[in-house]
């Protein structure tokens, strides 16, 4: 059969590549070789958020005391009844892109697609025709040598989402996102959990006073922080137990736990694919492409995690758009990678769009921080949420170059600094741009005053 657009992958960016390729009124099929959603909606970003809900509703009966309400009896977390509420959430949403993807007249082949030669795409020993090719397969935690991955003792982000019990001690390797996450999930139910991060610092992304924050938070819900420690070799016991062997700033010492959750990055789904054989040009584990995602076969499109760009499930749909509209000959707006929004669900969440300060200062920029405490906002202490502050970052013509939030739910509040940083709006302008009170996000507001000079609640 042919198609104008065959899209192989439907993870947030293959999905998206679809739709919009058959809102311009291409023929569009899509190739999926496990739940349409991909990754993000089954096995990542939807049912770890679902998990966490679960934890948080956990720590708020606990603490329900503190909100002047009584609660009879022992308060527990069911984890079986916790995962099963996530993976019927993950479900929902796969069938609503099948929905989505019906009601566009798109039609899914099942099976695992690779390229054929020029404009085709085989799918379980049947090939498919079409004049442009979306590949769009995502990615899956990355395996390291000393530290195998058996699913059961030594695990990934997969099987952190569906353990059958909660085990009661876990190291975490990695405090990226997902290492976070899970760290903050398992700590909230009561696990006791340790995180290595090779890395000087906690969540090494992000703005150093939001990383000194977030280590306070994870030490006060007991979860052991090590930062700028090695990890020399994982094995597990006769007993079950996983000893990790370490080395940091006491020197070598061995941990033990009965899970260790391996959250050390993501490697590209690119093998078997055809693309040696096809012409595709790839460099350390990701396809080249030019400014509109066309790899260097004529034809050929990669997009998402598996290019060299932040593997983020926005920043795939951003890129299918843009592909998509491309190949239309829509001439679209290019992918800003200098604004992509970062969010990371912890307890405090935290939020990022754009430099840090020592990126700021590593440039040799001129600039000038405004920052706001929650401990000032009226919304947050009235939600007992205090933790956490918004810190802004102006250039020398007071245009926002970064910002940098942690707090109860900064995630929620991203969309107007990344807004204002793409369009270059300076301190004055959001200062003078009145926001409702009472809400977490009039503190963005009064970061904005701080940085002038003129705060009034500090």
């Known amino acids: ?42 096995w990542g970003c ?29 308060v527990k977390p069911d984890f079986e009844k916790i995962v099963a509420r996530s993976r019927t959430v993950a479900e929902t949403m796969s069938k609503g892109v099948q929905f989505l993807l019906k009601k566009n007249n798109i039609d899914v082949i099942s099976g695992f697609g690779r390229i054929a030669g020029q404009g085709k795409v085989e799918v379980e020993g049947t090939v498919y025709e079409a004049e442009a090719i979306i590949l769009a397969t995502g990615a899956r935690p990355r395996q390291m040598p000393f530290m195998p991955i058996d699913g059961e003792h030594i695990i990934s ?32 139910l009561g696990v006791k959990v340790t995180i290595v991060e090779y890395m000087p610092q906690l969540m090494p992304l992000e703005d150093e006073e939001v990383a000194k924050t977030m280590e306070r938070a994870f030490r006060k819900m007991r979860v052991g922080v090590m930062t700028s420690t090695t990890v020399k070799q994982v094995t597990v016991g006769d007993d079950g137990l996983c000893q990790v062997e370490i080395e940091g700033k006491k020197g070598a010492e061995t941990l033990s736990a009965e899970i260790v959750l391996s959250a050390v990055g993501v490697k590209s789904n690119i093998e078997n694919m055809g693309l040696e054989e096809a012409g595709v040009v790839v460099e350390r584990d990701k396809i080249v492409v030019d400014e509109h995602y066309q790899t260097s076969v004529a034809g050929i499109y990669a997009i998402g995690d598996i290019i060299p ?34 969010c990371v669900f912890t307890s405090p969440e935290v939020a990022s769009v754009g430099i840090t300060e020592q990126k700021a200062r590593e440039m040799g920029i001129e600039y000038k921080i405004g920052r706001f405490p929650f401990t000032a906002s009226g919304k947050a202490t009235a939600a007992g949420d205090r933790d956490g502050f918004v810190k802004l970052i102006f250039d020398a013509d007071e245009k926002l170059i970064g910002a940098h939030m942690v707090g109860g ?26 926001h409702s009170h009472p809400t977490m996000h009039e503190a963005i507001m009064e970061a904005s005053e701080a940085a002038m000079g003129a705060a009034i609640h500090l």
């Open 1 to 42: 059969m042919n198609y104008d657009i065959i899209v192989i992958g439907s993870g947030p960016g293959g999905y998206v590549a679809a739709i919009r390729a058959a809102q311009e009124g291409k023929k569009v099929a899509i190739v999926e070789k496990a739940e349409l959603g991909g990754v993000c909606l089954n």
């Open 46 to 74: 939807i049912p770890t958020k679902a998990l966490l809900k679960s934890a948080q509703v956990y720590t708020y009966c606990k603490n329900s005391a503190h909100y002047g309400v009584e609660i009879e009896g022992e």
């Open 157 to 188: 982000s997969k099987e952190a989402l569906t353990l059958p019990k909660l085990p009661e001690t876990m190291i975490v390797v990695g405090s990226g996102a997902i290492g976070s996450e899970f760290a903050c999930l398992y700590a909230s």
């Open 309 to 342: 760009t932040p593997a983020l499930a926005h920043v795939a749909s951003a890129e299918a758009i843009h592909c998509v509209e491309h190949i239309c000959g829509l001439n679209p707006d290019k992918v800003d990678y200098s604004t992509i929004p970062s």
């Open 409 to 434: 739910t900064v995630t929620e509040m991203l969309g107007e600094p990344t807004l204002a940083k793409r369009m270059g709006i300076t301190a004055h302008q959001i200062a003078k741009t009145i």
